[in-house]
């Protein structure tokens, strides 16, 4: 009896604790931390900007005139501006480049000579926070950026109409067209601007015979040499499309050299319209006889203006958008109008007008 006594005493005991135990209130969760809306980061007023701008060579005559118009531009807008010259080398281009990363600027314009050569300090700037925007020859594919150029292919397309109908004009409605290119073929927006020119003249002339693409590297020297060699393959050429004004005028000076280089015995066609070209182009005497031109005041703009967008945020920093500023076609026909060109585009001073005696 004492033994179940005892029995029942524990049970009682033991349901007492376990009902203190349900009764204890539960701990309320701790609660989450009040989360602070993240602030995007204040744009700078653009005066505040620090940009970089490194140029593909200034040894070139547009690129001097771009340059030129990108300080303009900077005076004007009021922001600070640090220029390199590429040099026309992709190794100086990357060291440009980290210099520009090093010294912190709020954005960099790259005017590559190597696209594949521009991936990994593209790629460095923009993990270090700085857009970058590139002109005139595309990035390579590993990197993702803002891109400012012409439509290539539509420009020299219509240079090609232009060229046939003149050709033909000149040397005769049944004369064979025996077309030859002198551009970079590392280099596809050049590629694409030779077969613009080949495709416009084709849609005038399907009779043309395309004879050669000889590559030039876009430097006079070299552009120089690829034309004699070409001249000696194909001696009948009459018609070259010179895919910068470096191609073309070194495919003049060689024209020059086998006394080729007159109006009368090839139609040729410079792409960039600087003032040596244009000088060229109005003495009735000199082959050259057609122009493409970039337009280093719009261009030179554009690209500053496409960067403070991606600086502001306005614009993706890594993504491939495109922003395209129209060539144009020159003529030799009203000196005046080249002239106000080259004033514009190039401050230029010079007076055509004694060149088209």
Known sequence: ???HWILALFLAVAMAIASCARATPT???TATPKVEPTKAPAVKNVKDLKIGYIYLTLEHPYYQAHSRHVQQYAKELGFTLIERDGKGDAAVMASAMEDLIAQKVDGIVFCLIDEAASVPVINEAQQAGIPVVTFAIHHGAGAKAPFVGIPEKEATSAAGKEAAKRFHEKFGKDTQAKLATVECPEIQQVVDRADGFIEGFKSVDPNVQVV???????FREKALAATEDLLQAHPDVNVIYGGNGDSALGALAALQGAGKGTSDKVFLVSHDGSEPELIEMVNPKSALKLAVANRP?????GTIDTLIETIQGK????EDTEVRIPAVVLTPDDVNALNQFLKEQYFSTTDLTKYAQ
């Open 1 to 3: 009896m004492r033994r």
């Open 27 to 29: 701990p309320a969760p």
């Open 212 to 218: 050669a693409r000889a590559d030039g590297k876009c």
């Open 297 to 301: 005041r719009e261009l030179a703009r």
């Open 315 to 318: 614009r993706p920093m890594a």
